[in-house]
């Protein structure tokens, strides 16, 4: 890629007559650069010149190409526009100096590619192959080809496909680079396949030939096919095979490889060292006979792969680029040169690595800087690292920006000064100041002092038109207002003077801690006495210390007739009192001595007061309390406290912030009274936070705050959801969720189950399970486990109750729950009967009802003789009616027995356990 620069001088000039050392025009900054696609005509962008004249400035350009219109726009001439490879347009010309009339600015400006050239048609368009085979063979390297593009970088990037419509498209495929194949073993014949170039930049413009491919059988050819073409990357590994010749008899190569070893003898070619695509993109052979180099047999082509493996470079790794701190925000400084070194066919990509985000890069290497550097040190410099990449490879540049100084003229003298009481204003001096360049304006320095104190110089700065100030009364100023645009350095000054007012003396509220106090002097005014004024002042209820303001007027410069007036702030006053303010005066030299002149009365403003004291919570229930509360200390009340605003807000439950307000009985300064608030329709067992200000005519004061607890009541919400599960045959698991947190009112400790049995345990038990957390209010679940009951037996679970330190809620609604069955204990009252030789039988009751422990379902019977048949055998006996507990007696009877033998017979009972 390449950047065209070309760099014009601009000169301006100033339409007037003579101009004095002090009047000029600068350009700010004095060096441009701008980008300009090729073969458009746009305009370019603004110059900016620094003027302390109102004189209009006229243009000139060092180049006839450009015109700069009186705005300072520079535009190309309406019939001119530049080709980006036409290099014979590449322009220099040299900056001149500065003068008094006239300054000029170097413009470089930055010529960046358009895609406005087509590829050039695919070539070959044709090829001829004999074979000697029935079809030349798949995946054969057919023909690479070739494409050329007039424009740079992406827009210059040729790549191929095949037009997809063309006849034999189906036969073949092609790599984007234009390496052609057949997908297809192909007999002899023509084929005709179209072939797209194309660019790789936008709005990308194509161009299109037909190949034909000419296959011919001749079977009197040593070779199998009369040319071959193989594929091999640049830099390929020593050795690496690239492919092979077939032939019947030995064959050479001519003229004689060096960067590819052959054998004649099998016909394999390999790489040798020195295969660059840089220099050497294809390399071509005849195929002779090894024996006689008279006969041709054919033609081998091997097409060298560009591989990625040039790094972008330009001309320098390090680059000092002088920038004027005065170069505007978001302009051009600096584009790259014409590439030193790239891939021809990658795309060269440009980043920034700038600690600072000063500056940014765009596709076509313009650096712009973002902000403004107006207030940087020149003799310093900012250092960025510019990156060029582009498939794989990558360099860096170092770019050193130089800050150098700017040069601005000084601003010209301020207009329009206008003097009041509490202000200076003036307008700005004539001339250009551009705050694209200048971004914090223009900025003023006010010099004022008074005849009475010549000595006494006040200087301040402003970036306004004006100064807000207070003066003092009956005196005479004199004031000087100087501009500057750059640095500190002040320009022309005007000076003027301004008397103040000639009022009697008045006191003037000017705060709520401060009054003015106006007075007219003495008439005795000359040159030679000393008036020295005595200004006593102290509040009448409130800071009642007295305090005094003593000072001297000299050298005055009228003559019998009345001083200028004179004013004095009173600071530090207390708010809203009334202060007694006496003025007295002295003059040694006319005896006069503590003379009083005047005496006023004036009020300070009302302030908002401090904060209420002592807040103290009383009368506390599960719903309301109330806070007493006494006034600020009398000094801090500030005025007239007329109500109290009371603000509270509920902690965990009530949390909307409601406000009352607390009216005050008697109307008196400063306020003595203690006062009451009650809160009623409050949450119960809840923190609320309570803020009391006092209200007077400046409005709401500081706040005071206390926080009180609301007292714990009974629940009044059952549990929700309880369940209850036998996990055991003797114990129960009950379940349940707390309800909603504001229905607990207090602290849970504990939860109480009531339950009763049947048809055992009958007599109702409770059992209290303690609650250990202290979360309030409980969330979730709780469960406990009543243990010790009867097995198989129905439990109705009659209330669940919570219990916080207030006392108990509601029950829950009763649940039934049954314990799961253990085994039961052994049959009573077995005898025997019937007793015969080989046979008996043997009746028996259940086991008692409470120790049956599930529904019993049948009995097994194991008997077993003792000196003969000492088999154990095993039967059962069913149970007639399923009823719990069960109470009918059985019967067993035992046959096949043995005589004279003795048996144990042992019985259980079976339940579901």
Excluded: H
């Amino acid at each position: 890629m390449k950047l065209l620069r070309i760099s014009l001088t601009l000169i301006v000039l100033l339409l007037s007559c003579v101009l004095n050392n002090s009047q000029e025009v600068v350009f700010t900054p004095s060096q441009y650069y701008f980008s300009l696609q090729e073969n458009t005509n746009t305009s370019l962008g603004p110059v900016y010149i620094t003027s302390n004249t109102d004189i209009t400035p006229s243009y000139s350009s060092s180049n006839n190409d450009f015109q700069v219109a009186n705005s300072g726009e520079i535009t190309l001439q309406a019939s001119v526009s530049f080709d980006y490879e036409n290099t014979t347009q590449r322009r220099l010309t040299t900056v001149v100096s500065e003068s008094t009339t006239s300054n000029t600015a170097n413009v470089t400006i930055c010529l960046t590619d358009a895609n406005d050239n087509t590829p050039t048609a695919p070539n070959p368009t044709d090829l001829s192959i004999s074979i000697n085979s029935s079809s030349l063979p798949v995946n054969t390297t057919i023909v690479r080809f070739d494409s050329t593009d007039a424009d740079s970088n992406g827009n210059g990037l040729v790549m191929f496909r095949i037009v997809s419509s063309s006849t034999d498209a189906a036969n073949f495929s092609l790599t984007a680079t234009g390496v052609l194949v057949n997908t297809d073993a192909l007999p002899p014949d023509n084929y005709t396949v179209g072939i797209e170039a194309f660019d790789a930049g936008s709005n990308s413009s194509t161009s299109t030939s037909n190949f034909t491919l000419m296959i011919v059988s001749d079977t009197s050819i040593s070779l199998l096919q009369s040319r071959y073409a193989f594929t091999v990357d640049e830099n390929a590994v020593n050795d690496t095979f690239i492919g092979t010749v077939t032939s019947t008899t030995s064959i050479a190569l001519d003229p004689t490889p060096s960067s590819i070893a052959f054998d004649s003898s099998t016909g394999g070619i390999r790489v040798r060292p020195g295969l660059d695509y840089d220099t050497t993109p294809e390399l071509t052979f005849i195929i002779v006979n090894a024996s006689d180099t008279n006969i041709t047999y054919g033609s081998l082509v091997i097409y060298v792969v560009n591989v990625e493996d040039v790094s972008p470079t330009l001309a320098q790794t390090t680059y000092d680029i002088d920038l004027p701190i005065d170069t505007p925000a978001n302009y051009a400084v600096w584009c790259i040169p014409a590439l030193n070194n790239s891939e021809e066919d990658a795309v060269v990509t440009y980043s920034l690595t700038d600690a600072n985000n000063q500056f940014t890069v765009d596709t076509n290497g313009i650096i712009t800087i973002t902000r403004s550097i107006i207030s940087l040190t020149p003799g310093t410099a900012l250092t960025i690292t510019l990156t060029l990449t582009d498939r794989t490879q990558s360099s860096n540049v170092t770019l050193n920006f130089n800050l150098t100084a700017a040069n601005p003229p000084l601003p010209g003298v301020p207009q329009s000064l206008i003097a009041s009481n509490d202000n200076f204003t003036w307008t700005a001096p004539v001339g250009i100041y551009p705050t694209e360049v200048f971004p914090a304006g223009l900025q003023y320095q006010v010099t004022y002092r008074t005849l009475q104190n010549l000595s006494d110089v006040q200087t301040q700065t402003t970036n306004e038109t004006i100064l807000q100030i207070n003066l003092s009364q009956n005196d005479v100023y004199i004031y000087s207002i100087a501009a500057s645009i750059f640095n500190s350095n002040f320009g022309q000054t005007a000076v003027s003077t301004f008397a103040t007012g000639t009022e009697d003396t008045t006191a003037t509220t000017i705060n709520s801690t401060a009054i003015t106090v106006s007075f007219r002097q003495l008439q005795y005014c000359s040159a030679d006495v000393t008036v020295q004024y005595d200004l006593a002042y102290a509040g009448v209820e409130l800071d009642t210390t007295v305090r005094n303001v003593v000072f001297n007027i000299t050298n005055q410069t009228t003559s019998g007739g009345s001083c200028e007036p004179q004013s004095v702030d009173l600071t530090g006053l207390e708010e809203y009192v009334n202060y007694m303010i006496s003025l007295s005066v002295t003059i040694t030299e006319l005896g006069v001595n503590d003379l009083l002149i005047a005496e006023v009365m004036n009020e300070t403003f009302q302030a908002v007061s401090a904060a209420p004291q002592n807040l103290t919570s009383e009368n506390i229930t599960s719903t309301s309390f109330c806070v007493t509360f006494i006034p600020p200390t009398n000094n801090t009340q500030n005025g007239q406290i007329t109500s109290y605003t009371v603000t509270y807000q509920g902690e965990l439950f009530n949390t909307t912030e409601y406000n009352t307000n607390v009216s005050v009985s008697s109307v008196v300064y400063p306020l003595t009274e203690s006062s009451i608030v009650c809160l009623s329709d409050l949450e119960e067992y809840n923190n609320y936070t309570v803020l009391i200000r006092a209200n007077n005519g400046a409005g709401e004061g500081d706040a005071a705050t206390i926080t009180v607890q609301t007292l714990e009541t009974a629940p009044v919400a059952a549990p929700q959801n309880v369940n209850a599960t036998s996990n055991t045959a003797t114990t129960i698991t009950v379940c349940f969720e707390f309800p909603e947190g504001s229905t607990q009112n207090g602290q849970l400790t504990s939860f109480n189950v009531t339950l009763v049995g049947t048809p055992f345990d009958t007599e109702s038990q409770t059992i209290s399970f303690n609650i250990t957390s202290i979360e309030y209010p409980m969330n979730g679940s709780l469960c406990g486990d009543v243990t010790n009951l009867e097995e198989f037996n129905d439990y109705n679970i009659t209330p669940v109750i919570l219990i916080n330190a207030a006392g108990s809620g509601p029950s829950s609604t009763p649940i039934e729950v049954r314990t799961q069955q253990a085994l039961s204990t052994e049959p009573l009252n077995l005898n025997a009967n019937n007793v015969t030789a080989t046979s008996f039988c043997v009746t028996f009751n259940p086991p008692t009802n409470i120790t049956q422990n599930g529904q019993i379902t049948s009995y097994t019977v194991t008997y077993q003789g003792e000196l003969f048949n000492t088999t154990e055998y095993n039967t059962n006996v069913s149970v007639s009616s399923v009823v719990y507990p069960l109470t009918e007696s059985s019967i067993v009877c035992l046959s096949d027995l043995e005589e004279y033998n003795n048996y144990d017979v042992s019985i259980r009972a079976n339940n579901g356990a």
